[in-house]
């Protein structure tokens, strides 16, 4: 290599290695608020964090739906009044010695 060239590499290394990083730097200064405050950025994070905090609630009720359902059936599997209960609000059903009495319903 010429001394002409040595020196052409010198001045573009010693270039580079002060360009470089001031170069990152003014793109990482300018391109972060940029992709912060643009709309894929943090106000779709906001609204990210919004739709799960729904999400979650709504899993919660279904859970306390799930356990209060469970409990019915316990109860259902259980307990003989309960079925009766259920019989007689649900299906209509009477017991054999009861008697019915159906009246008129005023329109």
């Keep these: ?7 052409v590499v010198r001045r573009l290394t010693l270039l580079l290695e002060r360009v470089l ?7 990482a ?3 972060a608020p940029v992709m912060i405050f643009s709309p894929e950025g943090l106000p779709r994070l906001r609204g990210l ?9 709504e899993s919660a009720q279904l859970r ?3 356990e209060a359902l469970r409990g019915r059936v316990d ?4 307990d003989p009044t ?3 209960r259920i ?6 059903l009477v017991r054999q010695t009861e008697v019915v009495f159906q009246f008129p319903t005023k329109k």
């Design 21 to 27: 990083p001031v170069g990152i730097l003014v793109v």
């Design 29 to 31: 200064v300018i391109g």
């Design 87 to 92: 019989a007689r609000d649900n299906l209509g």
């Design 75 to 78: 109860r259902l599997r259980d």
């Design 49 to 57: 964090e919004r739709e799960l905090e729904q999400v979650e609630e």
């Design 82 to 84: 309960a079925v009766e």
């Design 64 to 66: 306390r739906e799930i």
């Design 1 to 7: 290599m010429s001394k002409w060239q040595e020196g």
